[in-house]
């Protein structure tokens, strides 16, 4: 479920405030993960590996392990449901696709917003303080009941209660990308990649804030990257201007240009992304 270190490059529909805001405070805002736009998704997923315990008799032959082994297994994710209440678990969503139109309409402002690209690696790296996992989502059920299968085998080669396990810190990252990277088939076209960002609760964690959201309380995470990992900025089909605007122009030369910034080295050096605009027809 990892993606490879490398210098790809994914993609942030958003709109333009947003994106205004977030290049000023060079801080990318990781949102709750149970409180995704699909609502259901975590208890999904870990209810998926729980549902397993259904199907004992076919597993125990075909992942080789014993009934006592299965038995444990199913007990160590009924553990690990639990011991993640303890932790927030952040998510920061990006696309594989620079010019989609189901992504224009949901998350840019109906196509008057803005989508840009950064490099994932370097992003990963800016995670180095949190416990972070990079995974591309996963939409078909029959990899998703692959996935399953094999953590199920994983939870059963441990005892959860002796904590310094390297198999039980193995299934625990891979528990976390399972549950935050399984999703709804019906998202499919997002073909989206996430950053995972897991913090334990106790003591409470100063990067952690809270916002009111329609009187709804949700936490959120906040990541500082350096400018310079924005590669390319795309502007939606009904923007209402062009990457020739002046004004435009002007703008991004004043966000990505912050000479408080540049003099005491968290720029380190003067950037202008590339501007591209949408090639979808839609008004």
């Known amino acids: ?37 699909d609502y259901t998704e975590i208890e999904h997923n870990i209810n998926l590996l729980l549902g397993l315990e259904k199907q004992k008799i076919e597993l125990i032959k075909k992942l080789s392990i014993s009934n006592d082994e ?9 553990t690990f449901k639990k011991h993640i209440e303890n932790y927030y678990i952040h998510i920061m969503s990006f696309s594989k696709n620079p010019d989609a139109l189901s992504q224009w309409r949901g998350y840019a402002d109906n196509g008057t917003g803005i989508c840009f690209s950064v490099n994932l690696s370097a992003l990963r790296h800016c995670l180095n303080s949190t416990y972070r996992i990079a995974g591309n989502c996963v939409y078909k059920q029959e990899e998703l009941n692959t996935e399953a299968q094999n953590l199920l085998k994983l939870a059963s080669t441990f005892d959860s209660d002796k904590f310094e396990s390297e198999a039980r810190s193995n299934f625990l990252y891979s528990f ?3 549950i935050t990277t399984g999703k709804n088939q019906a998202f499919k076209d997002e073909d989206e990649v996430r950053l995972v960002s897991f913090i334990e609760k106790l003591p409470p ?27 390319t900025v795309i502007l939606g089909p009904c923007c209402k201007f062009t990457t020739e605007d002046p004004v435009f122009n002007d703008m991004l030369d004043n966000l990505f240009f912050n000479k408080k910034l540049y003099e005491s080295g968290v720029d380190t050096n003067p950037y202008k992304p590339k501007v591209l605009s949408s090639k979808a027809t839609f008004r």
């Open 1 to 37: 479920m990892d993606t490879e270190e490398s210098n790809e490059l994914v993609y942030h529909y958003t709109s333009l405030d947003a994106f205004i805001s977030i290049v000023n405070s060079r801080t990318f805002r990781f949102g709750d993960a149970r409180a995704m736009n």
């Open 70 to 78: 299965f038995d444990n297994a199913i007990k160590n994710i009924r």
């Open 176 to 178: 976390i990308g399972f």
């Open 205 to 231: 964690p100063q990067n952690v804030k809270f916002i009111n959201s329609n009187n709804i309380i949700k936490s959120f995470l906040g990541v500082s990257f350096p400018i310079n990992i924005i590669d």
